[in-house]
């Protein structure tokens, strides 16, 4: 339980307190349009009134949110500032993905519900006008205005109209049309499938918040839902005039005509702060998107990894770290996140990328992959950095027993970080909080190995020599191979080297035992927190936080910590 709390207790807190916000804005609003001054509108709409503008508040709050999560280097500032005071809270900043996913989908349902209302609403409005009985409440206030237009209450003014051509005609109307398309455009491509195969198609779409921002901004000035003005509630009071409408403004009469008016737009009032600090994030990335950046050098490593080595001036990195990267020839739209694969220590920073898509493969084109020849340095692709920004991989060095879980490509934030232990351990004889550690790589091909082999190596060797053996143990699984590969295992798995990786350390098939690793590692390390870190799939991250609750006990914790970008 204590674990459980330590991992996802603040997480909890944040969305329920979220959670309850939504929740008191709702029925507070709601509330709001069941007093008198919206009695008359309520006489025309019923209870779709308030279930209309009940969500309407819902959704300033979290289109407020949705643009904060994204804020890359306010996060990396708010994470730099608090992590010094509580690797929990700074934690937490590392889920903002997951957050702003909420949200959306909170934006989503809101939206909905405040469709539907609105429907109901014009309906209910179009029926007062066809209904042409002045012994009806209804249709007398949706006559008035009629003369000077200046205080209706009914947004369709005559019966020779209808919905459709009000909803494409008024400012609301089109405002909304456009913010609802925008919004199922942005959701639609931000599924799973379509966001791992068809990048672009979610970069693009997604940039539709250009306009969805706009709209709503600008949805509420047309004022078409309106109540009677404060004024007009002394000259006709709702609950004795409602009554009395046949007398309204008559001689002698005690209820004047009454006045109504749209509330002014606040939406605005919502989301002007958060679009300041976006429209701020843009600006630095513009300006760090014109630094000169220069590429070092590009290897190309089996299974198609590019390797890019460049230099920057003023930039400064962490372990763990990752940054977008631009290439004008091949786009200058898209930005890709790619973790860095250098340490601190080296005097250039690298970035590993694998070739899987349109993107990768030009790239991969224009950095000669596919040529045989070397490419000149001047022949090879300008590129823009923005970044570095912080993942939960920099609190590495804050645990003393570390699990590093790497999943295939996924083993890059962790080459960061064992290349800073070599720096610091090895050849600088520095001191670190960490005592050890244990790194876990699980890879479905043999070739994916490779560009990572040289550098554990290197590890290997030169931790032998120092007698350091004890500071790293490392366990690579092969979870794929072919039956010709299996036979060759087999005639070579009695040699000195593994046949996969040349390290002594032999490779192991097939899945980890979770269980039994982290039952061992409790028992080595009594009394100890233990951070744990993977860079993997949504499945392995599942199981491992799982692990991490039920191997917890008084006398030691598993910290759950996992790359979200």
């Known amino acids: 339980m204590g674990n459980f709390v330590a991992n996802e207790g603040l997480s909890i807190f944040v969305i329920l307190v979220w959670l309850g916000i939504n929740a008191y804005l709702f029925v507070q609003f709601y509330m709001n349009f069941l007093v008198k001054r919206w009695l008359y509108t309520r006489v025309l709409l019923g209870q779709a009134l308030p279930w209309a503008r009940a969500p309407a508040a819902c959704l300033n709050f979290n289109c407020m949110l949705i643009l904060l999560p994204v804020c890359r280097n306010l996060l990396s500032f708010l994470r730099g500032t608090i992590q010094c005071c509580s690797r929990t809270a700074a934690r937490q900043l590392d889920r903002n993905l997951t957050f702003h996913k909420l949200v959306a989908y909170m934006?989503?349902?809101?939206?909905?519900?405040?469709?539907?209302?609105?429907?109901?609403?014009?309906?209910f409005f179009m029926d007062a006008q066809l209904n042409r009985n002045t012994s009806l409440l209804t249709f007398v206030l949706s006559e008035i205005g009629t003369g000077d237009n200046a205080s209706f209450l009914n947004p369709i003014r005559?019966?020779?109209?209808?919905?459709?051509?009000v909803m494409f005609t008024t400012i609301?109307?089109?405002?909304?049309?456009?913010?609802?398309?925008?919004?199922?455009?942005?959701?639609?491509?931000?599924?799973?499938?379509?966001?791992?195969?068809?990048?672009?198609?979610?970069?693009?779409?997604?940039?539709?918040?250009?306009?969805?921002?706009?709209?709503?901004?600008?949805?509420?000035?047309?004022?078409?839902v309106r109540g009677q003005t404060f004024a007009s509630l002394d000259t006709n009071d709702p609950d004795v005039c409602a009554d009395k409408f046949?007398?309204?403004?008559?001689n002698g009469s005690n209820c004047a005509v009454p006045v109504f008016a749209g509330n002014p737009p606040g939406t605005w009032k919502w989301v002007v702060a958060p679009m300041f600090l976006y429209v701020c994030e843009r600006i630095i990335r513009i300006y760090r998107s014109h630094q000169k950046v220069v590429i070092t050098k590009v290897v190309m490593h089996p299974s198609k990894t590019l390797e890019l080595q460049m230099k920057k001036k003023g930039f400064r990195m962490e372990v763990g770290q990752y940054v977008f990267i631009q290439c004008p020839s091949v786009s200058r739209l898209e930005w890709h996140p790619f973790t860095l694969t250098s340490a601190p220590e080296e005097d250039y920073f690298s970035a590993h990328i694998r070739i899987v898509g349109d993107w990768t493969q030009e790239l991969y084109e224009?950095?000669?992959?596919?040529?045989?020849?070397?490419?000149?340095?001047?022949?090879?692709?300008?590129?823009?950095?923005?970044?570095?920004?912080?993942?939960?991989?920099?609190?590495?060095?804050?645990?003393?027993?570390?699990?590093?879980?790497?999943?295939?490509?996924?083993?890059?934030?962790?080459?960061?970080?064992?290349k800073s232990v070599w720096y610091k351990r090895i050849q600088n004889n520095q001191d670190v909080f960490t005592?050890?550690?244990?790194?876990?790589?699980?890879?479905?091909?043999?070739?994916?190995?490779?560009?990572?082999?040289?550098?554990?190596?290197?590890?290997?060797?030169?931790?032998?020599?120092?007698?350091?053996?004890?500071?790293?143990?490392?366990?690579?699984?092969?979870?794929?191979?072919?039956?010709?590969?299996?036979?060759?295992?087999?005639?070579?798995?009695?040699?000195?080297?593994?046949?996969?990786?040349?390290?002594?350390?032999?490779?192991?098939?097939?899945?980890?035992?979770?269980?039994?690793?982290?039952?061992?590692?409790?028992?080595?390390?009594?009394?100890?927190?233990?951070?744990?870190?993977?860079?993997?799939?949504?499945?392995l991250g599942k199981s491992l936080e799982k692990q991490c609750l039920s191997h917890s006990a008084a006398d030691v914790k598993f910290i759950f910590n996992k790359e979200n970008f």
């Open 366 to 418: 224009a950095c000669g992959g596919d040529k045989t020849e070397p490419q000149e340095a001047w022949n090879l692709p300008k590129v823009a950095i923005d970044g570095p920004f912080g993942t939960a991989s920099e609190d590495v060095f804050r645990y003393e027993v570390v699990m590093l879980v790497g999943a295939g490509i996924g083993v890059t934030p962790f080459a960061s970080i064992l």
């Open 172 to 224: 609301a109307g089109l405002t909304g049309v456009a913010i609802t398309l925008a919004l199922i455009l942005i959701i639609s491509s931000s599924m799973e499938v379509i966001r791992r195969s068809y990048f672009e198609v979610f970069w693009y779409t997604h940039h539709l918040f250009v306009i969805f921002f706009i709209g709503l901004v600008f949805h509420g000035y047309g004022r078409i």
């Open 246 to 250: 046949e007398e309204w403004g008559g």
């Open 435 to 539: 005592k050890k550690i244990y790194f876990y790589w699980l890879c479905p091909e043999t070739e994916a190995f490779e560009w990572f082999a040289d550098l554990l190596q290197s590890l290997e060797g030169q931790m032998a020599e120092k007698s350091m053996t004890d500071f790293l143990s490392y366990n690579i699984y092969l979870t794929r191979w072919k039956e010709t590969e299996a036979a060759h295992f087999r005639v070579h798995h009695e040699a000195e080297n593994d046949p996969i990786t040349g390290l002594k350390q032999k490779t192991l098939y097939g899945k980890p035992n979770w269980d039994n690793e982290f039952t061992n590692i409790a028992a080595k390390h009594p009394r100890s927190k233990v951070g744990v870190f993977l860079c993997g799939p949504p499945g």
């Open 107 to 123: 934006i989503a349902f809101h939206t909905a519900v405040h469709i539907v209302a609105h429907l109901f609403n014009f309906e």
């Open 158 to 165: 005559t019966n020779e109209t209808n919905p459709t051509i």
